[in-house]
C-alpha cells in the first residue's frame, strides 16, 4: 500500500516539476503550414530577377601552403618526388607530386619552401611558398641584484660579522667536556683515551 502511494507521489511529483524539452527551431507547429505563404509578384506575372552568379574567387586566395616533404635530391625531385599540405578553402590536404589539388590544377613539384602547381605538361601556372617564419620575440631581462657571496675569498663583512667567544661569568669556571667521567680535553689528540674501570 505504502508502495504504491510512494509511487504515485513520485510520479505526480515529476509530472509537475519536470520541465518540458525545447522545441529546435526548425521544427513547424502542426497548426502552421508553410503554405499559406503566396509570393504576390508571381501571382500577379512578374518574372523573377535573374540569379546573380557568384563572383569566381581567384585560386591564388583559396590556396595556403602550409608545409612540405620536399625530395634532397635534384634526381629524386626530377623523378616527380615529394609531398605538400595545401589548405584548399580552409581545408588543409595532404597532396602528392602529380595528383590533383583543386579542379584541373595539379602539384607539378615541390622544392624547399615553394610547391609549383599546374596543368599537366605545361609549365607551372601558380607557384605557393610557404609564409616566413615570424621573428623570434626577444626581450630583455632587469639587471641581476649583486649576490652576497664572495666567489674566491671571504666577503669584506664576515670580519665585523663574528662574535668573541663566550665567556663565563665571573667566579665560575669552564668544566670542560666529559665522556665517561676523563675530560676529553685531557688526552692527546692522536693517541687513544684509557678509561678507567671499577
Keep these: 500500500m505504502w508502495l504504491l502511494l510512494g509511487g504515485s507521489v513520485a510520479y505526480w511529483g515529476l ?3 519536470a520541465r518540458p524539452l525545447a522545441m529546435p527551431p ?3 507547429p502542426a497548426g502552421e503550414a508553410r503554405a499559406t505563404q503566396v509570393d504576390l509578384g508571381r501571382l500577379l506575372g512578374v518574372a523573377p530577377p535573374e540569379p546573380v552568379a557568384a563572383p569566381e574567387v ?6 595556403r601552403l602550409l608545409g612540405v616533404v620536399a625530395p634532397k635530391s635534384a634526381r629524386a625531385a626530377d623523378a616527380g618526388e615529394g609531398v605538400a599540405l595545401i589548405e584548399v578553402d580552409g581545408v588543409p590536404r595532404t597532396v602528392r607530386v ?3 589539388v583543386d579542379g584541373e590544377l595539379r602539384l607539378l613539384r615541390v622544392d624547399t619552401r615553394s610547391a609549383s602547381l599546374g596543368l599537366v605538361g605545361q609549365a607551372p ?3 605557393l611558398e610557404i609564409s616566413p617564419p615570424a621573428a623570434p620575440m626577444t626581450g630583455s631581462l632587469p639587471p641581476a641584484a649583486p649576490s652576497p657571496v664572495v666567489l674566491g675569498g671571504n666577503p669584506p663583512a664576515a670580519a665585523e660579522q663574528m662574535q668573541p667567544p663566550v665567556q663565563p661569568p665571573q667566579g665560575q669556571t669552564m668544566r670542560p667536556p666529559m665522556y665517561g667521567g676523563v675530560p676529553l680535553a685531557a688526552s692527546a689528540p692522536n693517541q687513544p683515551q684509557m678509561l678507567q674501570q671499577r
Design 26 to 28: 526548425s521544427a513547424v
Design 58 to 63: 581567384a585560386p591564388s586566395t583559396r590556396l
Design 15 to 17: 509530472q509537475l516539476f
Design 125 to 127: 601556372t601558380q607557384v
Design 98 to 100: 602529380g595528383a590533383v
